[in-house]
């Protein structure tokens, strides 16, 4: 992309983040919510972009006027302040265009939303449930040091500990775009602990991150939903067993079902039922999307395919093995202790650059 080409689509993007940034202030687009709502992500998505532009206008113009010196003045010491400028210059701007043209890349819409997290226990027994638990674990574990919050939604618990299922809502900045690419199998060779002859088993569990529809996404008409209530199961005194505060939700046209029982009010269960159905709708539809990626181009994450083995977790030998792109390190206490973000770092790179090939194309 040649600088000037490169300079005239940052200027278009300004101009429309300034438009933008007009609308919102306009008392009837502050009245129509939902237009507010997509018009006020709009503006958040463009902030990066106009920001790197700012940053790369002003290199721009800071090399010409080096060269200006260099070609026109005469006095030494400017002329080689001007030198070291120019050189300088010249090594930053070929990595901020690189920067830009990722972020000129239309990102996945759904990439700022909230997430969904599902873990469950897959080929393995009650080893499978225990790595599940594991899982989760290194989940919310990571989740604190991003300073996300994470609501369990369902549970149902292993036999020996763990989860044969269990399923959260994160909410933060761009969760979706960061946990998506957990989506898949995750494999553990290990020994159990219910194994008396020291033998390494392999087990599994799958992990599906949805992004959460928001409200303006998906609208349920209620007449095509059946709403069931029972008693919630599991620890939190007498008032669990005996109300029926535990909400399950059937969508007649699809066959899902969603409940939740983690609160103790009928009404707040509802609420997070809807928001779950209302996710799992918006889902259907997006996995249709995903599988148009993929046929397009081979992807390594970005998938509908939840069946896909994404990663091995070897505790005999310390390591941790990402197979979409042969990705290894050998400090897996570490990584469970929830230090994941080098391994996401390298997936997103690596993602980048298939991403930039595909728009070259």
């Given at each position: 992309?040649?600088?000037?080409?490169?300079?005239?689509?940052?200027?278009?993007?300004?101009?429309?983040?300034?438009?933008?940034?007009?609308?919102?202030?306009?008392?009837?687009?502050?009245?129509?919510?939902?237009?507010?709502?997509?018009?006020?992500?709009?503006?958040?998505?463009?902030?990066?972009?106009?920001?790197?532009?700012?940053?790369?206008?002003?290199?721009?113009?800071?090399?010409?006027?080096?060269?200006?010196?260099?070609?026109?003045?005469?006095?030494?010491?400017?002329?080689?302040?001007?030198?070291?400028?120019?050189t300088?210059l010249?090594?930053?701007?070929?990595?901020?265009?690189?920067?830009?043209?990722?972020?000129?890349?239309?990102?996945?819409?759904?990439?700022s939303?909230?997430?969904?997290?599902?873990?469950?226990?897959?080929?393995?027994?009650d080893?499978?449930?225990?790595?599940?638990?594991?899982?989760?674990r290194?989940?919310?574990?990571?989740?604190?040091?991003?300073?996300?919050?994470?609501?369990?939604?369902?549970?149902?618990?292993?036999?020996?500990?763990?989860?044969?299922?269990?399923?959260?809502?994160?909410?933060?900045?761009?969760?979706?775009?960061?946990?998506?690419?957990?989506?898949?199998?995750?494999?553990?060779?290990?020994?159990?602990?219910?194994?008396?002859?020291?033998?390494?088993?392999?087990?599994?569990?799958?992990?599906?991150?949805?992004?959460?529809?928001?409200?303006?996404?998906?609208?349920?008409?209620?007449?095509?939903?059946?709403?069931?209530?029972?008693?919630?199961?599991?620890?939190?005194?007498?008032?669990?067993?005996?109300?029926?505060?535990?909400?399950?939700?059937?969508?007649?046209?699809?066959?899902?079902?969603?409940?939740?029982?983690?609160?103790?009010?009928?009404?707040?269960?509802?609420?997070?039922?809807?928001?779950?159905?209302?996710?799992?709708?918006?889902?259907?539809?997006?996995?249709?999307?995903?599988?148009?990626?993929?046929?397009?181009?081979?992807t390594?994450?970005?998938?509908?395919?939840?069946?896909?083995?994404?990663?091995?977790?070897?505790?005999?030998?310390?390591?941790?093995?990402?197979?979409?792109?042969g990705?290894?390190?050998?400090?897996?206490?570490?990584?469970?202790?929830g230090?994941?973000?080098?391994?996401?770092?390298?997936?997103?790179?690596?993602?980048?650059?298939?991403?930039?090939?595909?728009?070259?194309?």
């Amino acid at each position: 992309m040649a600088e000037n080409s490169l300079l005239e689509k940052l200027d278009g993007l300004k101009a429309k983040y300034e438009s933008i940034g007009a609308q919102l202030g306009d008392p009837e687009v502050i009245a129509d919510m939902k237009k507010y709502v997509q018009l006020n992500k709009d503006y958040k998505e463009l902030e990066p972009i106009v920001a790197a532009g700012n940053r790369y206008r002003k290199m721009v113009e800071d090399l010409a006027d080096a060269k200006n010196i260099l070609l026109n003045e005469k006095d030494d010491d400017l002329r080689e302040m001007a030198k070291e400028e120019a050189t300088a210059l010249e090594e930053e701007l070929p990595k901020m265009e690189e920067d830009i043209r990722i972020l000129l890349i239309p990102a996945d819409p759904q990439d700022s939303k909230n997430a969904i997290l599902e873990i469950r226990g897959g080929t393995g027994g009650d080893e499978a449930a225990i790595f599940a638990g594991d899982l989760f674990r290194m989940y919310t574990k990571y989740f604190e040091r991003k300073g996300w919050k994470c609501e369990v939604t369902s549970v149902s618990e292993g036999a020996a500990g763990g989860y044969k299922e269990i399923v959260c809502k994160v909410s933060g900045e761009k969760v979706y775009g960061t946990l998506k690419y957990e989506s898949g199998v995750h494999r553990v060779q290990r020994v159990p602990q219910t194994e008396t002859q020291g033998r390494v088993h392999t087990s599994a569990a799958s992990v599906a991150v949805l992004p959460e529809a928001d409200e303006f996404d998906v609208e349920i008409d209620m007449k095509d939903v059946r709403k069931d209530l029972f008693c919630s199961s599991g620890p939190g005194g007498q008032g669990v067993n005996t109300t029926y505060s535990a909400v399950r939700l059937t969508h007649i046209p699809s066959g899902i079902v969603v409940q939740c029982q983690d609160e103790r009010s009928q009404l707040k269960n509802l609420d997070k039922a809807l928001a779950e159905l209302r996710t799992r709708l918006y889902n259907l539809e997006y996995e249709k999307y995903l599988n148009d990626i993929t046929a397009k181009r081979k992807t390594m994450v970005s998938t509908g395919d939840r069946s896909a083995k994404i990663r091995t977790y070897n505790y005999p030998q310390s390591r941790v093995t990402d197979h979409r792109i042969g990705y290894t390190m050998y400090n897996l206490p570490v990584f469970m202790d929830g230090d994941i973000q080098e391994v996401i770092d390298q997936l997103q790179i690596a993602e980048n650059a298939e991403r930039l090939k595909a728009a070259g194309e």
